[in-house]
């Protein structure tokens, strides 16, 4: 068994406890369990990006029927305010639902990998994925800043162990970084369409014929 495959999987308990604490210092933990317990993370993330949409939805719906009132009564002045403030909750709504996608396309690459152990070709993408997305939600929800910031060390931790045990140096060159660009621009393709289809169009003084959707 190669030197990767032994690190790829749990070693079985065995020896003493000066032995077990010289191999824990000694080199890296099994990769696989760790690849594990990140897509669990990622996919709390992501229940919690669930979540922050199920809420987004709802002050979006009432807060158009609230915009659809003040343009049937003809108030410019509050319209615009709603019309302001709706924009605005749809803003964030797509950040979210793009962040989203784009953490679920990465989970499921992480899952992929632990069963062919394709290491590089999904870990340095991912890393940019979640800093890209750290990012994004800072606005949105900026308490997920830390829990993808610890997601994302855990997968540099273990770009840095594949490292070790391969001996090759890997970093974010330009095909990694353009991997994870192209998952986040289908990410946000995507969220774009699901707006479209999901939200109806702000309505105006000048458009009335939304209001039966909005009432």
Request: aromatic fraction near 6%.
């Amino acid at each position: 068994m190669s030197k990767f495959e032994k690190n790829w999987k749990p070693k079985q308990s065995s020896g003493g406890f000066g032995k077990k604490t010289r191999e824990t210092v000694r080199g890296p933990q099994p990769l696989k369990p760790q690849i594990q317990k990140a897509t669990g993370q990622l996919n709390g993330e992501i229940h919690r990006l669930d979540g922050a949409l199920s809420r987004m939805k709802q002050r979006e719906t009432a807060i158009f029927r609230k915009t659809v009132t003040a343009v049937q009564q003809h108030d410019e002045s509050t319209s615009k305010a709603y019309s302001n403030e709706l924009a605005e909750v749809r803003k964030m709504t797509k950040i979210v639902t793009q962040s989203k996608i784009a953490l679920e396309q990465i989970t499921m690459r992480l899952q992929t990998v632990t069963e062919f152990g394709d290491f590089t070709a999904v870990l340095a993408p991912a890393i940019g994925v979640i800093k890209s997305v750290r990012a994004n939600l800072a606005t949105a929800i900026p308490d997920a800043q830390g829990a993808l910031g610890d997601i994302g060390s855990e997968l540099s931790t273990m770009m840095t162990d594949v490292g070790g045990l391969t001996g090759s140096n890997f970093f974010m060159g330009s095909e990694t970084s353009e991997e994870g660009e192209k998952i986040m621009a289908e990410a946000a393709a995507i969220a774009e369409k699901r707006m479209g289809e999901t939200f109806p169009e702000v309505p105006s003084a000048q458009d009335e014929s939304v209001f039966s959707n909005g009432s």
